[in-house]
């Protein structure tokens, strides 16, 4: 069974940072490339941030590029989202996942129960 456990959400301020911890379970987490996704009320979930397995190359989407970095840790399991300058529009619930070969697609159906980002203005 798949484990993804996201941690570190909260309210800040915009122009604030967070950074979201995401433990994996062994299995996925060596095997596959590792990913965000957000959800704001009332909107689909949206792709954020995608790592390589080796961690090697990172992806973001263009609402965050030069203010999020993804990073993993292979010796904890766990994949970290490190966001910077906030804004309002990046209010929504993160989570994890690992991903298909196209570096985009979650791998799992099943999502953990996510952490809840509010940022204000």
């Known amino acids: 069974q798949v484990q993804l456990v996201e941690s570190g959400g909260g309210l800040v301020q915009a122009g604030g940072s967070l950074k979201l911890p995401c433990a994996a379970s062994?299995?996925?987490?060596?095997?596959?490339?590792m990913g965000w996704f957000r959800q704001a009320q009332g909107k689909e979930r949206e792709f954020v941030a995608a790592?390589?397995?080796?961690?090697?190359?990172?992806y973001y989407a263009d609402s965050v590029k030069g203010r999020f970095t993804i990073s993993r840790d292979n010796a904890k399991n766990t994949v970290y989202l490190q966001m910077n300058n906030l804004k309002p529009e990046d209010t929504a619930v993160y989570y994890c996942?690992?991903?298909?070969?196209?570096?985009?697609?979650?791998?799992?159906?099943?999502w953990g129960q996510g952490t809840q980002v509010t940022v204000s203005s």
């Open positions: 996942n690992a991903l298909r070969g196209d570096y985009r697609s979650p791998l799992y159906g099943d």
């Open positions: 062994e299995r996925t987490f060596r095997t596959y490339p």
């Open positions: 790592i390589r397995y080796s961690g090697g190359s990172t």
